[in-house]
């Protein structure tokens, strides 16, 4: 059985030169595949966003939320 669409958000810091940093904000919806676990889900939207945006390679993670896109 296929799971229902989630929405998530995602932020990504990196340092770039002294003192300075590039903060990156994504957000979406995606639909995990059947069985997938949170962190199956945040793995996949992670390495989306880095292979769209390689200079946020080896970004911390600074906040990731993932909940059911119902209301």
Do not use: C, W, Y
């Not at 059985?1 to 940093?21: D, N, Y």
């Not at 945040?42 to 390679?57: A, K, S, V």
């Amino acid at each position: 059985m296929q799971q229902e669409s989630h929405f998530f958000l995602i932020t990504l810091q990196k340092p770039l030169a002294a003192g300075v940093h590039a903060t990156f904000t994504r957000s979406g919806t995606i639909t995990p595949t059947e069985g997938a676990t949170r962190l199956d889900v945040f793995n996949e939207i992670h390495d989306r966003t880095i292979r769209t945006h390689p200079e946020l390679e080896r970004a911390s993670v600074l906040f990731f939320s993932l909940e059911p896109n119902t209301l």
